[in-house]
């Protein structure tokens, strides 16, 4: 199945008269990028007027209250359920469901959308979505069935980009009801990356993601090392939050590579659209994907960019048109491609425009969040997922 058309048939329009559908998106209160496509529907939700929308996080042990005051405070309708069990996960967020009282659940992400898709059948909410975030996610065997098992009791189950959607097929969901949306963001903050022209920038490098590890930082940083043999020395900032314990092994890594006066941790950042605006270089090292968001920010940015060659990113960058993939956990391919952008200041800002243009025809936030408004209108008027 393709992706979800925003312009779907009149035959999934929401009837006339109707009241306004409730729409419940539970998701991990981690903040990964899976929380932030979750927040960005819900706000999009808001501004739509199409739906009434309930954001729900599954709480983890960093699950910063300070954030969720903040979302509040902006307006948004946010709560928290138990993360310490899944059978309290469960058990809080059908209470909720049954006040909300939700016409369409979204459970966004593994396993939250495990333990989601569980609480709306209990609670016996209308509709069931589940979306992937990752092509590669930790199915057990027993996960893997619970999974299958839930997707015929979902009406529709959506990977964020082709590559999602085609791992969800070769894991056995059913192929009329797996289609590809994928992720977008939000592009106002970037307006102005016209204004910063990449030889003007700061000649540094930066890397917006969180410690975990599906990020990764050490093939980054040793590559780093590799690039200052070559005599090349860039400032780099590796900005985002996640596991402490993710951090402290790259700060040792760090350390051990004699990097220390090269690279800043400077963590949880609250503009990253400025950084990137400034710098030219923004990378995602990764060992796997969905759709990158902190490259499509990096593109919209006006930044070169260059990323891992693994699914998801590889839907995202076309290489040496609009960035450069460099080979999966291979310090010397990173280095190779760093070398190039900064020895190559024209054939970088070449592909750093073509990327910007691609972030802002292809991955708009209103984009995105109108393929999900149509998908919800189809389901709520009884179509199958388109």
Same mark, same amino acid.
């Given at each position: 199945m393709t992706v979800a058309d925003?312009? #779907?048939?009149?035959?999934?329009? %929401?009837?006339? $008269?109707?009241?306004?559908?409730?729409?419940?998106?539970?998701? *991990?209160?981690?903040?990964? $990028?899976? *929380?932030?496509?979750?927040? &960005?529907?819900?706000?999009?939700?808001?501004?739509?007027?199409?739906? =009434?929308p309930l954001l729900v996080l599954r709480r983890k042990r960093h699950t910063d209250p300070a954030r969720i005051a903040a979302l509040r405070a902006q307006g948004v309708a946010v709560e928290v359920v138990a993360g310490w069990s899944h059978a309290? *996960?469960?058990?809080?967020? !059908?209470?909720?469901?049954?006040?909300?009282?939700?016409?369409?659940?979204?459970?966004?992400?593994?396993? =939250?959308?495990?333990?989601?898709?569980?609480?709306?059948?209990? %609670?016996?909410?209308?509709?069931?979505v589940h979306v992937e975030h990752n092509a590669r996610e930790r199915y057990t065997r027993l996960r893997l069935a619970q999974a299958l098992w839930l997707g015929r009791r979902t009406d529709a189950i959506v990977g964020c980009s082709e590559g999602v959607r085609q791992s969800l097929l070769q894991r056995g969901f059913p192929v009329e009801k797996t289609l590809a949306i994928p992720n977008g963001i939000r592009l106002l903050p970037y307006v102005q990356a016209p204004q910063h022209p990449l030889a003007e920038r700061t000649p540094g490098i930066v890397m917006a993601a969180r410690f975990g590890r599906q990020k990764d930082h050490a093939t980054l940083l040793r590559a780093l090392a590799l690039l200052r043999e070559r005599g090349h020395a860039p400032p780099v900032l590796l900005a985002g939050g996640g596991k402490v314990g993710a951090r402290r092994a790259a700060e040792r890594l760090c350390r051990k590579l004699g990097l220390d006066g090269q690279v800043r941790f400077v963590g949880f950042c609250d503009d990253v659209p400025g950084l990137l605006m400034t710098h030219r270089i923004c990378v995602l090292a990764t060992h796997y994907e969905g759709m990158p968001l902190s490259l499509i920010e990096g593109m919209a940015a006006g930044c070169a960019v260059v990323g891992s060659r693994v699914t998801g990113v590889q839907e995202v960058i076309d290489h040496r048109r609009n960035g450069l993939l460099a080979e999966h956990a291979s310090p010397a391919?990173?280095?190779? %491609?760093? &070398?190039?952008?900064?020895?190559?200041?024209? =054939? #970088?800002?070449? !592909? #750093?425009?073509?990327?910007? %243009?691609? #972030?802002?025809?292809?991955?708009g936030l209103e984009t995105m969040a109108g393929r999900y408004e149509a998908l919800f209108q189809c389901l709520l008027r009884g179509g199958p997922p388109q």
């Open positions: 925003p312009q #779907a048939s009149s035959s999934c329009a %929401a009837p006339a $008269g109707a009241g306004l559908p409730r729409v419940l998106h539970f998701v *991990t209160g981690g903040f990964s $990028g899976a *929380t932030q496509i979750a927040l &960005e529907l819900v706000q999009a939700h808001r501004a739509s007027g199409n739906f =009434e309290a *996960t469960v058990w809080q967020l !059908m209470a909720i469901c049954r006040g909300f009282r939700p016409d369409i659940l979204v459970a966004h992400g593994f396993s =939250e959308h495990l333990w989601g898709r569980y609480a709306g059948l209990l %609670a016996h909410v209308p509709h069931l391919s990173w280095a190779d %491609a760093l &070398e190039y952008l900064l020895r190559n200041g024209a =054939e #970088a800002a070449r !592909m #750093a425009d073509a990327a910007r %243009a691609d #972030a802002q025809r292809l991955h």
